[in-house]
């Protein structure tokens, strides 16, 4: 019998597809590496506001809905709100008491064998030239607290149905959408059960790390040395692992 959240996802795929589908060309790739019999994290780089829907929609007709973790003023709004809640969404309480609730939300959602959707940058990449930047240890976190892998999907293109921080699409012509997902990551050479800061970067450098060298794969060039970081507004060598 399909719960309302598995109705709720099925209405939204098939309202998000005839929007999407005529003005995209699908290059999807790596399904193959995606669980079949745990949850898991799926993590990917972030240069468009259009990502979550791509790679929502790259996860779901793989046979993973994905919960994203997203701000919580984005679940006041009417409709927009409804429909979050309507598809198991969670909702992120920043810099209030209710913070740990989306944490112990995920953890709960990832033992019962579904899949999280997250992007470890924590917002759109600065770099100018849109590639994966230093990012947050959140992602990491959660893995190893919940005992599941996390697995880079790497996509490109959206970027150009709408660009960085823009608002209006360019739909014509239809834009190549390529996603990717690569293997599960090891991080079985780390301290088990450690979540001190040094495991915690070393576990995130190598999820950014992989999904840098994925995206190389698919622009066919080489991303420039070091890694840029938001907080300084430039480019850290050193800033991968």
């Given at each position: 019998m399909a719960t309302p959240e598995t109705r709720g996802y099925k209405a939204a795929a098939i309202f998000?597809?005839?929007?999407?589908?005529?003005?995209?060309?699908?290059?999807?790739?790596?399904?193959?590496?995606?669980?079949?019999?745990?949850?898991?994290?799926?993590?990917?780089?972030?240069?468009?506001?259009?990502?979550?829907?791509?790679?929502?929609?790259?996860?779901?007709?793989?046979g993973h809905p994905p919960r994203f973790l997203a701000k919580s003023s984005l679940f006041e709004a009417p409709v927009l709100g409804k429909m979050l809640y309507g598809v198991d969404q969670i909702p992120v309480y920043r810099g209030t008491t209710k913070a740990k609730d989306a944490v112990d939300k995920g953890i709960e959602v990832l033992r019962r064998g579904d899949c999280i959707a997250m992007f470890p940058e924590g917002t759109l990449t600065r770099d100018p030239e849109l590639w994966p930047m230093v990012a947050r240890t959140g992602?990491?976190?959660?893995?190893?607290?919940?005992?599941?892998?996390?697995?880079?999907?790497?996509?490109?293109?959206?970027?150009?149905?709408?660009?960085?921080?823009g608002k209006v699409p360019k739909p014509i012509p239809p834009k190549k959408i390529t996603v990717?997902?690569?293997?599960?990551?090891?991080?079985?050479?780390?301290?088990?059960?450690?979540?001190?800061?040094?495991?915690?970067?070393?576990?995130?450098?190598?999820?950014?790390?992989?999904?840098?060298?994925?995206?190389?794969?698919?622009?066919?060039?080489?991303?420039?040395?070091?890694?840029w970081d938001m907080r300084r507004g430039e480019r850290v060598i050193g800033g991968g692992s």
């Open positions: 998000l597809r005839s929007i999407f589908g005529p003005v995209t060309r699908k290059d999807w790739h790596g399904a193959e590496n995606l669980p079949k019999d745990s949850g898991f994290i799926a993590v990917s780089n972030h240069a468009s506001y259009a990502d979550p829907i791509t790679l929502a929609h790259y996860l779901y007709l793989n992602a990491a976190r959660m893995a190893l607290d919940a005992g599941v892998p996390i697995v880079p999907v790497a996509q490109w293109g959206a970027h150009k149905l709408l660009a960085p921080y990717v997902a690569g293997p599960p990551l090891d991080f079985s050479d780390l301290k088990e059960g450690a979540r001190d800061a040094e495991t915690l970067r070393i576990a995130t450098n190598r999820i950014i790390d992989t999904l840098t060298h994925m995206l190389e794969d698919i622009r066919g060039e080489k991303a420039p040395e070091g890694r």
